[in-house]
């Protein structure tokens, strides 16, 4: 309603500008700017009929419209909170219980964190409670890992996430079974043994099957049947009756329970009737209290699916709020993409540099703070969203800008200095002796690859040169003294005080040269690599320092 009267106003504001005609453009131009979040082919009718409709008015009743909004006329977009995004707690209830419901089968990434630091955040905010719950009832494609749970865990500590409960879908089975009963006993499920194909042909149609008809008695036979493995995977599932004629064929008598005769799963291999994601998500969210969801848009459709239960057990549903897909250019967060990555013999893991996950975020050098400050920035919205690199690194430079600067060659290659005068040399605040005669450096080959002889270069805080050859290992050159003249400069390193570095980035594995004195840091810190940029410490060993790149 709010877009309609703002298209309405704004519309009657531009024909009376216009000797009574509005333009669609500037009435669209001014409606996005006012709701940044709306789908403009959504917003689009609203606009046209409040066009159309002032296009028809006399410049008269244009002009007694314009006078009603004249005082304080011109329509702004609200400011932007700052923080955290307001919700209602009239429609939450006294108390603000969240969860976050990760399947422990990977790592989280981005997108994940968005709903965890939210959803803890907001809890904390209102002084509520903030529940982990590993929905782990998927025992055949979505099979949790062994170590699953922990690197979750680990992930959301990093963020600032201190869960008040963590429980797992596993561990609730039988509390899972009681209700899978209760409906059953009340008449809205039914334990289905049809032919799956001709099941969904029928659902299609919105015609019932044999199942749906029988009466509990029977339904409570055939589910003590499946909890004793009676029946074997494939042979009947468990089904909520909702409409069979709904609207959306997906809502129509959605599974509730499945046999799975071999579980994957790391901790329950002796179940054998599983809970559909729909059926222990709904339960658990009751039964432990949970007041506000925040999830992605993608389970709006599951919400529907629930809302049936609690109807049914007459329960109130959650407030839920649904947000759109998070896209990032930082890395991949497609776990698709990621399982076929994790085929590739250099693949890292889930700390892999080309991923978004948490894991390679922070083993990149990124901090929380920056990864928090982003995604409150992003807030709620239900729209589709992006995560730039380039403001990602922006925020994280803020938190890592007094990192010590260590002197670094991306690709060192020798120069051999003739006639080298002896003096001492301050850089970055570490002394150096520069030796009488021949003298050796190391330089970064892009600096000097198109040298050629007789051109002069300045070595950095030392003195010039001049160049008098070079072949593919060395360059060769002559002290010129100090001159006033503008030429190129070197930055250098020497052999003896310098150590080998192993650099991980998203494009790849790199060697490089760094000043020693980063051996007096240890593994985490963050440095900035001179003329590369801020890199974190993975190991230092006895031939080379590890590093991650984060960014320059």
Not at 101 to 127: C, F, T, V, W, Y
Request: aromatic fraction near 10%; hydrophobic fraction near 35%; charge should be neutral.
């Amino acid at each position: 309603m709010p877009l309609k009267i703002d298209a309405y106003r704004y519309a009657i504001k531009n024909a009376f500008a216009h000797s009574g005609k509005a333009e669609i453009g500037a009435v669209v131009g001014k409606i996005m700017a006012l709701h940044k979040d709306t789908d403009l082919k959504k917003a689009m009718p609203d606009i046209i009929e409040a066009v159309k409709k002032v296009n028809l008015m006399s410049m008269e009743e244009i002009e007694k419209e314009f006078r009603k909004y004249e005082e304080g006329y011109e329509l702004q977009p609200k400011p932007e909170r700052e923080g955290l995004p307001e919700i209602d707690l009239k429609k939450i209830g006294e108390k603000v219980v969240t969860r976050f419901a990760p399947n422990p089968s990977g790592a989280i990434h981005l997108g994940h964190a968005r709903q965890a630091i939210m959803s803890h955040d907001l809890a904390k905010e209102h002084g509520g409670k903030f529940i982990v719950r590993f929905d782990d009832t998927d025992p055949k494609i979505k099979v949790p890992l062994k170590r699953g749970e922990e690197i979750i865990l680990k992930d959301l500590e990093w963020l600032g996430i201190i869960p008040d409960e963590v429980a797992r879908a596993s561990d609730r089975f039988d509390l899972y079974y009681r209700f899978m009963e209760k409906a059953i006993d009340i008449g809205k499920a039914y334990v289905c043994d049809c032919n799956n194909e001709k099941w969904k042909k029928m659902k299609e149609q919105g015609e019932a099957c044999k199942c749906r008809d029988l009466d509990a008695k029977e339904n409570l036979k055939r589910f003590g049947k499946m909890l004793k493995h009676e029946y074997k995977e494939g042979e009947v599932v468990l089904r909520i009756k909702t409409d069979i004629k709904h609207a959306d064929p997906s809502l129509r008598d959605w599974w509730a329970a499945r046999i799975v005769d071999k579980p994957l799963h790391p901790t329950a291999k002796d179940k054998y009737v599983w809970p559909s994601y729909n059926f222990a998500s709904a339960i658990d969210d009751h039964e432990m209290g949970v007041t506000l969801i925040i999830r992605g848009q993608e389970h709006s459709q599951n919400a529907e699916k629930q809302k049936f239960l609690y109807k049914y057990f007459g329960w109130k549903y959650p407030e839920c709020v649904h947000t759109g897909r998070v896209q990032s250019d930082i890395g991949v967060l497609s776990k698709s993409k990621i399982n076929e990555m994790a085929e590739e013999k250099d693949f890292l893991g889930f700390s892999d540099p080309r991923l978004a996950t948490i894991d390679a975020l922070r083993r990149r050098g990124f901090q929380p703070e920056a990864i928090r400050k982003i995604i409150i920035e992003i807030g709620l919205k239900t729209s589709d969203t992006r995560i730039e690199f380039k403001k990602l690194a922006e925020y994280n430079k803020k938190f890592v800008e007094n990192s010590e600067r260590i002197g670094f060659l991306r690709n060192p290659v020798r120069l051999d200095v003739e006639n080298s005068r002896m003096l001492e040399v301050d850089i970055d605040g570490r002394k150096y002796k520069i030796e009488q005669g021949a003298m050796q450096f190391a330089v970064d080959r892009k600096e000097i690859e198109n040298a050629v002889a007789g051109e002069t270069y300045r070595i950095r805080n030392t003195y010039d040169v001049k160049i008098l050859k070079q072949d593919p290992l060395q360059v060769f050159a002559e002290f010129i003294g100090k001159t006033s003249r503008k030429m190129p400069v070197l930055h250098w390193l020497l052999q003896d005080s310098s150590i080998d570095a192993q650099i991980f980035t998203p494009d790849g594995k790199m060697l490089g040269m760094c000043d020693d004195r980063i051996l007096n840091k240890k593994a985490g810190d963050i440095v900035y690599l001179e003329k590369f940029g801020y890199c974190r410490i993975d190991a230092i060993e006895d031939t080379k320092v590890v590093l991650f790149w984060a960014h320059e």
